[in-house]
């Protein structure tokens, strides 16, 4: 079998948590399947830069390029300001690495009340599809007039017909695949150029789907409609922010932003792609030994999936299910008293 070299970030607060449990997981898995997983850990955190003045090394993507894929934890500390650490560490990598996807599942797991009424175990299984390299997270602007009563700050969002392209393709394509529906999230009524460029270019790329229905819904009804009637969603495509704000809605949907995963694809391969639960640092509870490691285990499911093993990835999402389904184990997000380490042990026991 291949042998994979895995990239592992901790990061800060619950991603050392979060990252160990999920790493158990993988090499549970790993013998089961008889994959070969390599691992090197980088300490690269908010606790590095107020060592060392850096979040990472200035060769730290050089040093990642030689890896099969990166999972990481979450980074930000209340000691470094979050514009620090992220522009840092975590948006070079998506961005160095051309991570223009990123690709965010939800699910309602049996055992798992949704705060939303009506939203039950099977109906609610979509994928939230986030652009995650341009957009509204644009470099290009400023602010003016520090302190004084004209003070601005103005920032360009920046979209590209090939950046839209790319990922309104990606996600029709996702959605012929699963045999659903696409939902296109834009604010076209009130943002004048940013968005309606961007209906455009997915109605250019419906009539190469014709097998796909597709809507277009503005973010704010749409974000009411996501907590009314979330079982209506299959594949949901979204600009950076508009997609952020939306997966961290769909996770709550689902029961718990611990439990939502991500992956941050570069779908032509070229570089390593990147894993990683859309949840933080959640400095509130670090430290206690109480995250709900499902985001990261889930997390480490795609990787594997990205990696070629579709059997070994559906093993860990199998006994996720199994462990919510069948045991009483849960952390306390999911209104249970168990620690990080308990979960994870059942979801290995349930392999
Ligand atoms: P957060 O996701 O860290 O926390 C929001 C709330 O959800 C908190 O109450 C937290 O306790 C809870 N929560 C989050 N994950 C949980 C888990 N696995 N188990 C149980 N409860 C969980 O978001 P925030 O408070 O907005 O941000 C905190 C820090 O994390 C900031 O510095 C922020 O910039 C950073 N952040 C980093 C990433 C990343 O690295 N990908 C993502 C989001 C936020
Ligand atoms: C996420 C996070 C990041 C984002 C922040 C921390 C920059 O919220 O991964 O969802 O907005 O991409
Ligand atoms: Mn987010």
Request: glycine share 10%.
């Given at each position: ?8 970030i901790?990061g ?32 690269w955190s ?9 979040m990472m090394?200035?060769?730290g ?14 980074v ?9 650490s992220l522009w840092g560490l975590l948006i070079p990598i ?258």
């Amino acid at each position: 079998t291949p042998d994979h070299r895995i990239a592992l970030i901790p990061g800060d607060g619950i991603g050392t948590e979060v990252i160990p449990a999920a790493r158990r997981v993988l090499d549970a898995v790993a013998v089961r399947h008889r994959l070969s997983l390599t691992y090197d850990t980088f300490d690269w955190s908010c606790a590095r830069y107020l060592r060392d003045g850096a979040m990472m090394p200035e060769d730290g993507l050089e040093t990642l390029r030689g890896y099969d894929a990166i999972l990481l934890g979450a980074v930000g500390s209340p000691e470094v300001p979050d514009h620090v650490s992220l522009w840092g560490l975590l948006i070079p990598i998506r961005r160095g690495f051309q991570q223009y996807v990123n690709l965010r599942p939800v699910r309602v797991f049996e055992g798992v009340p949704s705060p939303v009424r009506g939203a039950e175990p099977g109906a609610v299984d979509f994928v939230v599809v986030r652009e995650n390299v341009e957009g509204e997270y644009g470099e290009i602007g400023g602010r003016l007039n520090r302190g004084l009563p004209g003070e601005l700050a103005v920032q360009e969002a920046v979209f590209t017909r090939t950046g839209v392209s790319r990922i309104v393709d990606y996600a029709f394509t996702l959605a012929g695949r699963r045999g659903g529906t696409l939902t296109s999230a834009t604010k076209s009524n009130g943002i004048i150029h940013t968005m309606p460029f961007w209906d455009e270019i997915v109605a250019e790329h419906a009539a190469g789907h014709p097998q796909v229905a597709w809507h277009q819904e503005h973010i704010d009804a749409l974000a009411a409609k996501f907590v009314l009637d979330p079982a209506r969603f299959d594949v949901v495509v979204a600009s950076n922010l508009f997609g952020d704000i939306l997966s961290d809605l769909a996770a709550a949907v689902a029961g718990s932003i611990g439990i939502a995963p991500a992956a941050n694809l570069n779908p032509e391969r070229v570089f390593p792609s990147m894993f990683e639960p859309v949840h933080g640092s959640a400095p509130d509870i670090a430290g206690r030994g109480i995250a709900n490691p499902l985001g990261a285990i889930w997390s480490a499911a795609m990787m594997l999936d990205h990696l070629g093993h579709a059997a070994a990835a559906t093993r860990i999402t199998d006994a996720i299910a199994a462990a919510l389904a069948t045991t009483p184990v849960r952390t306390p997000d999911l209104g249970g008293s168990a620690t990080t380490d308990a979960f994870t042990d059942t979801v290995i026991s349930l392999l």
